[in-house]
């Protein structure tokens, strides 16, 4: 017999739920005012701009430290969320565990940010992109763009401690 595919909204809100409990684990997330879409297996961060985030009001430009808060949070989801996808998909992830259980996140071990140009008062975006993922250790790395998404205000390369690889498991 045949396995009939699980509803779209099943999935949807399986996946939803899952993004939803690996961001309320960083409340600085909430702080900045970062939101992340969603589009199958991949997250775009988005900085919603208010000028709380005006390094130099004389420019003006983002603050550099909220870049780069910014583009680590992007790297710390990002890559999260891509080493829960599979159990996620297969449905092995206990979904009401991932909603009441702290989740084991992946520890900044260095991370590096190129500015490449002033971030301008408006929205910014970012994408995480694994270059590497182990057992132990994990490469990510982040561009973070404004109006074009080929004409970058910054990147940032990340290396993380990688928690248990059962700690988000039950």
């Known amino acids: 017999m045949i396995k009939r595919p699980e509803p779209v909204g099943a999935v949807k809100h399986r996946r939803d739920t899952v993004l939803s409990a690996i961001v309320g ?12 879409d969603r589009h199958g297996d991949e997250l775009t961060a988005t900085m919603t701009y208010h000028d ?10 983002l603050h550099g430290g909220a870049t780069a808060s910014f583009l680590e949070m992007t790297a710390i989801v ?21 909603q009441t259980t702290a989740l084991a996140l992946p ?49 940032a390369t990340g290396h993380f401690l990688m928690p248990a690889r059962d700690a988000n498991r039950t």
């Not at 684990?25 to 005012?33: D, E, H, N």
């Not at 709380?52 to 430009?61: E, K, Q, S, V, Y």
């Not at 990002?78 to 991932?98: F, K, N």
């Not at 071990?109 to 995480?128: E, H, M, N, S």
């Open 107 to 155: 520890k900044t071990i260095d991370f590096t940010v190129d500015y490449l140009r002033a971030g301008l008062p408006r929205d910014a975006y970012a994408r995480a992109k694994l270059n590497r993922s182990g057992r132990r250790y994990a490469s990510v790395h982040v561009e973070g763009w404004q109006d074009n998404r080929d004409r970058l205000f910054a990147q």
């Open 78 to 98: 990002g890559l999260t969320w891509a080493t829960m996808w599979e159990d996620m998909e297969a449905g092995t992830l206990d979904i009401s565990t991932v």
């Open 25 to 36: 684990q960083i409340p600085y997330i909430q702080f900045l005012g970062v939101k992340f």
């Open 52 to 61: 709380d985030l005006i390094g130099n009001p004389m420019l003006p430009a």
